[in-house]
């Protein structure tokens, strides 16, 4: 019976999550509210249904009455979290963007479905811990639209984002530890904080604040060089992936602030250069770039976290093994940088597919908030912050698709990491701010217009 259940339940998750993914993209084509009210709350509805057939198949997967209580323990905490997440984010902000509320969720019910199947075994520890770090930044995520709303002069500060980055980034590169070759984290005994993570929204806004105050040749360059810094600060701290994101991003929001395509073009080239020379430099960047190139010669060492990543991923097919029916442990690190393998191994590719489909959705929302500022300051925080986002979901698919070289981020709101998934949260306040502050100016405006008769429905 229970493997009738686990086959059934894997169909109709896939079902669930392509109807998901395409109210994900109807939402966009709508315009009347109430619609896309609707559209929400189907989405809603289809994303824990996704979560109890997970959680269901799970708890029939074992027999320990101690296990299956905390299994559901921990499920019934999710459900209210996520009931209470959805639900005060649209009383405490009337104008929140719903899609994005919702998206963030399921990426965040992905993630855990998948963290509770990869440690059944170890009691769940991840899985809990992940769970309630992610209750905390949500909790703290809801402040960040209200400190928006009435500090509207952070472009201000452009020199105090500039020197926490770096004097974070450099401390990381003093003290930090080392973890597979990089120092990325600060340690205070059994916890840990990946600083750059949160420095890549300082980041955004330091170059910002920036090019909304000139874009003259004299500024691009002091912009440029304090940029260049932090990249620096992460080469020599072997952060060649967070160094990545934080170049083209620095890079895109030049070209967006400017138009100059001398400045892409030579960002371009110097980026390239970069790269040639960090293969020449760094160890661990051959190795990586070797197993990108021809995993299969040296499949024993180099290649096997690459292939182990493939053979999950074909082996999964279309339609997935089914949850706990897979091998999804034998890919080291599978919860953090790979977890996109261990879904599409268990979970099937097209639901894998979806789940890059709900970025996508996260990103356009990010770009359409972006487009919609009138500001140039929010306005390029808005497409700093997409952009960043977006660069790297497409490093760390790309990377377990061996479509490029693997960096070594993670998915965000999907894979284990306290630091991702609180920065991620922040950066989805920061957007829903945004958002919310261009939804109350047109209300006052057309506020304003109605007595004199201009926009009377």
């Known amino acids: 019976m229970t493997n009738l259940i686990v086959e059934i339940s894997k169909y109709v998750m896939i079902l669930l999550m392509a109807v998901y993914t395409y109210a994900n993209f109807r939402y966009f084509s709508v315009r009347d509210e109430d619609r896309k009210r609707g559209i929400c709350r189907r989405q809603n509805a289809a994303m824990l249904a996704i979560h109890f057939l997970a959680y269901l198949v799970m708890y029939l997967s074992r027999e320990d009455p101690d296990l299956r209580s905390r299994l559901a323990a921990f499920y019934c905490a999710q459900v209210v979290f996520f009931l209470c997440y959805t639900i005060f984010s649209h009383m405490i902000y009337r104008n929140i963007s719903r899609i994005l509320v919702n998206n963030s ?37 809801w402040l960040v639209p209200w400190v928006m709303e009435r ?27 080392e973890s597979f070759g990089a120092q990325l984290s600060l340690s205070f005994g059994e916890f840990s904080l990946q600083p750059s993570e949160f420095v890549k929204i300082s980041f955004v806004f330091f170059a910002a604040s920036m090019f909304y105050q000139g874009v003259n040749f004299k500024r691009v360059a002091a912009a440029t060089a304090i940029a260049a810094a932090h990249v620096i600060i992460l080469v020599l701290s072997k952060d060649l992936g967070s160094a990545l994101i934080f170049f083209a991003t620095y890079l895109l929001m030049l070209f967006a602030a400017t138009g100059n395509w001398l400045y892409l073009g030579s960002g ?121 986002y977006m660069i790297q979901v497409f490093l760390n698919v790309g990377g377990v698709t061996k479509f490029i070289p693997s960096t070594g981020v993670t998915l965000p709101l999907v894979s284990y990491g306290g630091s991702s998934l609180a920065a991620t949260f922040l950066v989805f306040g920061i957007i829903q701010g945004l958002h919310i502050i261009k939804e109350n100016d047109e209300e006052e405006l057309k506020e304003e217009r109605r007595p004199n008769g201009k926009e009377r429905a």
């Open 105 to 141: 969720c399921m990426l965040l019910c992905a993630g855990l479905i998948m963290l509770t199947r990869l440690s059944l075994d170890a009691g769940m520890e991840r899985a809990i811990r992940q769970f309630a770090i992610a209750a905390a930044a949500a909790a703290g995520a």
């Open 151 to 177: 500090f509207w002069q952070l472009y201000r500060f452009q020199w105090v984002y500039a020197g926490a980055g770096l004097g974070i980034l450099f401390l990381v590169f003093l003290v930090g530890s």
């Open 268 to 388: 371009l080239g110097l980026g390239a250069g970069a790269s040639a020379a960090a293969y020449g430099l760094f160890g661990h960047v051959r190795r990586r770039v070797e197993a990108w190139r021809n995993p299969w010669a040296d499949i024993d060492n180099t290649g096997y976290q690459i292939t182990q990543s493939l053979f999950a991923i074909g082996t999964g097919g279309w339609f997935g093994m089914g949850l706990c029916q897979g091998m999804p442990w034998r890919i080291p690190v599978v919860e953090k940088d790979f977890i996109f393998s261990a879904i599409s191994e268990e979970m099937g590719g097209i639901f894998a597919l979806c789940l890059l489909l709900i970025c996508l959705g996260c990103f356009i929302q990010c770009m359409m908030t972006a487009a919609r500022m009138q500001a140039a300051f929010y306005k390029l925080i808005a497409f700093g912050l997409g952009v960043e």
